[in-house]
Structures are given as C-alpha cells and as structure tokens.
C-alpha cells in the first residue's frame, strides 16, 4: 500500500501512477470536512496529468443534476443549486477540456454515507418530508458492495481498451424512497409535511452504465441496500 499527499508530493504520485493501467480516484472535498470544494477541481486535475495516457476514473455526484427529478440523463444540462454540485461539475469541466480517456462517474447516495443511514448510528428518530401523495423524498442509491463491483468492472473494462464515456451515472437502478429505507433497519422516523422547495424524487439514468455492466435491480430495493450497508458496517468494525 502506498500512501502519499496527492498535491503534496508529486514525485510519489508519479511514482504510483508507473504501477497503473488504470487510474480511479476517490479522492475529494465535501462540505463536512471544512476544506475548499474547488480543490475537488485541484486533485482531479493533478491525478489527470499524472497519469497521462492512461485511463481515469473520477468521483463525481449526483448532485450536478441539482433539482432535475429526473430521470437524470448524462446528456441533460447540469444545473445543481448547491455548492457542493457546483464544484463537482466545475471539475468535469476542466478535466474534460483537458481532454485524454477520462471519465467522470455520477455517483448516487451510497448507503452508509448518505445523510439517512448515516445517521443511524446515533440512535435518533429522523424527520422526512412526506409529500401530499403520502410519499417520502427517493433517490437513487447504491450499496458499498454493489459500488465497489461497478468500480472494478469499470477499471476492467478500461484496461482491456473499452472507450469509457466521458460522464457516466453509477447507481442501481431505479430509486428508492428514504422513508421505505429506514423502515428496512428498522428505525423510527417522523414525517413533517414536504416544504415547497423540497424535491420529491431524483433518479439517475442508468442505461448507458447497463450497456457496459450487467445491473441487477434487486441492488435498489431498500433491503439490500439495508444488508450492504451493515455487512460494511461489521467488516469495518472487525478491521479495528
């Protein structure tokens, strides 16, 4: 394992890259660590040009489609309404003018570090929004097993030559409703009548990811979103 500061050291960088066919990077700034969001462009651009020809892969979000209710198309125009969103696409942005095989991948709520799931833990009922319909807000998700095998499918196909698209939604299909998801651990929550600004649903595209990978639809259902994200919960908990 190596480990190094990606903008800090260069030569280290470099370094890991002689190692790779392919490049995926995880690495990012979101709101809760404090730190700039415009170095989500600054790291995506320095893993870029260390790796050269080869191909990379970059965390992005969902959250470039801003209020879209979708379903989220990679083609459609990108308008997010947070700063986080905003960031992440001013990233596509500069690594695609770059040019080279690079894409970025819309990744939907994982669960686990989503904001429902992620606050399990504390033990606290939550508070939804419930829509007039009776509904919940739904989203696309995906679990951190399912992700991690998209991930590697992904970096597989590249190696083996697969022109990658330039930006990719990854997501399981469909979406699912955030109040159906906690009543999957079970855990208590509270509705509270939908705000007007509030959106109902965001669903990701997921048809040009299923033209490269096989995508099971049993991967969105609120319970094995539930069972990943505890048997990484346990496996995180054994690896102490």
């Excluded at 509705?191 to 099971?216: C, F, N, S």
Aim: charged share 20%; net charge negative; aromatic share 2%.
């Amino acid at each position: 394992m190596l480990c190094f500061d990606i903008l800090g050291d260069t030569q280290a960088l470099h370094h890991a890259m002689r190692r790779a066919d392919v490049v995926l990077c995880l690495a990012g700034v979101t709101p809760a660590s404090g730190a700039a969001l415009t170095l989500n462009r600054t790291l995506a651009l320095a893993v870029q040009a260390a790796a050269g020809a080869r191909p990379v892969l970059l965390a992005s979000s969902a959250a470039v489609y801003g209020r879209a209710e979708g379903p989220c198309r990679e083609e459609d125009e990108a308008r997010p309404t947070a700063p986080y969103g905003q960031a992440k696409i001013e990233m596509e942005n500069a690594v695609l003018a770059q040019g080279g095989p690079v894409t970025c991948l819309r990744i939907g709520n994982v669960a686990g570090a989503d904001q429902i799931l992620g606050r399990v833990a504390a033990g606290t009922p939550i508070t939804l929004d419930r829509f007039a319909d009776g509904r919940t807000p739904a989203r696309s998700y995906i679990g951190p097993a399912t992700l991690a095998g998209q991930l590697a499918d992904l970096c597989l196909a590249a190696g083996r030559g697969v022109a990658l698209p330039p930006v990719l939604n990854v997501a399981a299909p469909g979406a699912v409703e955030m109040g159906a998801l906690l009543d999957a651990v079970p855990h208590p929550w509270h509705p509270r009548p939908a705000p007007a600004e509030a959106i109902a649903k965001v669903v990701l595209d997921t048809q040009r990811l299923g033209r490269l990978l096989t995508l099971d639809p049993a991967t969105g259902t609120p319970e094995r979103l539930v069972a990943e994200w505890r048997a990484d919960l346990e496996k995180a908990e054994l690896e102490r």
